[in-house]
């Protein structure tokens, strides 16, 4: 089964992507934390691309492209995967079809704007595993340290006011489109994203289990 999760930053599609992983079994593919580890690694892909992520814009397709390809020769292999970032506009769900990727379903999380600017001020994340936090609504076992790994979490760069509003006028101007794309295939799930993480997912495993 490959899924895709789609909503504004901050919406839940990371956290909901590693509970479905973990629930379905099949695994999830951020290409946010993807881009993140090539930043911190200095890597040629990660200088470029921190260009356009520091300023809440998206990395150009071409970039987007080669990673896409190098983990979809992974997902291939196994059960299928959930998608998580990936396609971020109608160019690159088109390069999805293209590539022969089959989606069962892209899942919608809706949360609104003002909720969203609230809820990216808690966030956090661990810069050495990828794992993310948030201080009230899923805070680590111990203050500022990752439960996973132990390392002290920090908050992304991406996340300061000015670049959330930034990246919730991309997003509705560049990733939005996409719902319509998925609607007019058949594959869209729309679910209201405000309520808990585990009512969240209760809702979208309902939801799947009709695709099924
Ligand atoms: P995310 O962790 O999914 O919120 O992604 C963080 C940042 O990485 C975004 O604001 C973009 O700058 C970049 N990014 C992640 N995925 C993509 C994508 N599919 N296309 C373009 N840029 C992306």
Redesign the pocket.
Known sequence: MTLIMLGP??AG??TQAAVLSEKLGIISV???????TAVKEQTPVGLE?KK??D???????E??ID??KDFLAGCGAGKGCIL??????IA?AEMLERLGVTIDAAILLNVGDKEIEDRMSGRRFCPKCGAGYHVKALPPKIEGICDVCGEGLAI?E?DRPETVRR?LE?YHRETEPIIGFYASRGKLISIDGTASIEETTEKVVKALEMVQ
């Open positions: 930053p901050g599609k990371g951020s290409t946010g934390h993807i881009l993140r691309a356009y992520m300023q809440g814009l998206l990395v150009p397709d970039t987007i990673i896409v998580d970032g990936v396609p971020r506009n690159q992304r991406d990246r991309v």
